[in-house]
């Protein structure tokens, strides 16, 4: 428009005397609806790349961390019947408090004297075992005694042997020696025979001759029986050598075997003194099993036997103790697959059963009533159903306690916090059924240091 006239042209009413100018004019509704949109637009792009904190979801319940503070069966360690409750469900009870008496319901200990009859058999045997021992020691003696006997009788003995053999040798050399004279008075008396025959030599000295032979054997005769005497009281001095040794032996023998009676029936007498002590010591104790106290301050949640005279077998729970004052944790369990990117010390937040609560996943920083927590324990297992447990304990540094009003088996609900990443990715992420994602890789959990006592010991020495 090079605008030479002066005067304006008015547009809006062209646009209103034409037709055709109305159909393509643009309404003020359209108008403010693109606007309206590419405000949203702009919106959405913006939000697009907001940071949005990636969580891990898991389902659980409120449990003590502390194993001796959760909910315990009480058990009757004994078999009995029930005589007498001393407590109501709902009452706090202290460590030593009688919860249950029992009766005695075995024939074996219904004996109201049972453990002085058990005490007065124990004495008996304890004597019989000191009996026992003296006759023992008694035994040794008459065995020692024996043994000096048949050392000394040994050596009389030998010594009657010894001088029986000396004899046999003197006896012996004088049978030589009878035999040499006889020898000698036989070759005289031939001698003289001849000269006699010769008529050298009279009949007198021939006859003193012959006399002399005859004296000559019958010393030799002597000899020999005298010989045959000592080699017979030889013999004899041998076997009364073997007999005393016999006697001896057959006696000692005989106190050996009263000595071993004697110490088998000591043996047995205190078999039955240790086996009669430790049944004393169990029915003793056994006595004290007949009140079923409590082990430990806490409240008595249900009774699991009820009424009087009711029979209970041995290890039976009675009823259930919930541990005073314990140590809250929450257990929350989660996806094998989110196991890896979770680690000890990890923020959780927690949604408690019965406490209202506004959460948004994302954006933990504007949820309301929600509790903070850390993880504590992941568990090396998987729990049935294939998730992995998770303890997750009270972050009282960045957070408020929780509840005081929280009961052990409260249902929960828990978020466990990892990186932020802009919603477009986090969308992206869901479309497509990807796990959550870390920037570093998650650190490896510190083991405890297995000792190695060989090492140790090597190390010592060097």
């Known amino acids: 428009m090079l605008r030479i006239s002066k005067e304006k042209l008015d547009i809006k009413n062209v646009e209103n005397q034409f037709y055709s100018m109305r159909l393509v004019q643009t309404s003020r509704k359209v108008k403010r609806m693109t606007i309206w949109l590419e405000v949203i637009v702009g919106v959405f792009v913006v939000f697009l790349f907001l940071p949005w904190t ?50 005695e319901v075995k024939d074996k200990y219904m004996d ?37 006997s048949l050392e000394l009788k040994e050596a009389q003995t030998a010594n009657k042997v010894l001088q029986a053999a000396m004899k046999v040798q003197i006896d012996s050399a004088s049978l030589t020696a009878a035999i040499v004279d006889a020898k000698i008075a036989n070759e005289q008396f031939e001698r003289m025979k001849k000269l006699y025959e010769k008529q050298l ?34 013999l004899n001095a041998k076997i009364e050598l073997s007999a005393v040794r016999a006697d001896y032996m057959d006696k000692i023998s005989k106190a050996r075997s009263d000595r071993s009676t004697a110490e088998a029936s000591f043996y047995d007498t205190e078999a039955m003194v240790a086996k009669l002590s430790n049944e004393l ?15 430990q301050n ?21 009823c259930t103790i919930m ?25 959780v937040r927690i949604q408690f059963d019965g406490w209202p609560a506004i959460q948004f996943s ?61 919603v477009i990715y986090e969308i992206w992420r869901q479309l497509n059924g ?17 000792k190695n006592s060989k090492a140790d010991d090597k190390g010592d020495s060097e």
């Open 298 to 318: 806490g409240y008595v949640v249900k009774a699991l036997k009820a009424g009087v005279g009711e029979q209970i077998k041995e290890g039976e729970a009675v």
């Open 112 to 148: 109201p004297q049972i453990i002085q009859r058990l005490q007065q058999q124990l004495t008996a045997k304890e004597e019989g075992i000191i009996a026992y021992q003296e006759k023992v020691f008694a035994l040794d003696n008459q065995i020692k005694a024996l043994q000096q």
């Open 362 to 422: 994302g954006w933990p920083a504007v949820a309301m009533g929600t509790f903070g927590g850390r993880v504590h324990v992941i568990d090396y297992v998987n729990s049935p159903g294939g998730y992995y447990r998770i303890l997750v304990t009270m972050d009282t540094l960045r957070d408020e306690p929780w509840p005081q009003q929280l009961r052990v088996g409260s249902g929960v609900y828990g978020w466990a916090l990892l990186d932020d990443v802009p």
């Open 201 to 234: 030599e009279p009949l007198v000295k021939l006859e003193e001759r012959q006399n002399k032979y005859q004296s000559a054997l019958a010393k030799k005769t002597e000899a020999e029986n005298k010989l045959q005497l000592s080699l017979n009281e030889a």
């Open 54 to 103: 990636q969580t891990i979801r898991g389902n659980g319940k409120v449990i003590a961390l502390d194993p001796s503070q959760r909910p315990q069966d009480i058990p009757a360690v004994i078999a009995g019947a029930i005589a007498e409750w001393h407590v109501q469900e709902g009452d706090f009870v202290e460590k030593g408090d009688t919860i249950l008496e029992l009766r």
């Open 281 to 295: 010591s169990g029915t003793k104790v056994r006595a004290g099993y007949y009140f079923i106290t409590a082990p």
């Open 434 to 450: 990807f796990p959550p994602a870390l920037q570093n890789m998650p650190d490896a959990e510190e083991k405890p240091a297995k």
């Open 323 to 347: 541990p005073d004052q314990p140590t809250l944790a929450v257990e929350v369990y989660v996806r094998a697959m989110d196991v890896p990117l979770i680690t000890k010390g990890r923020q």
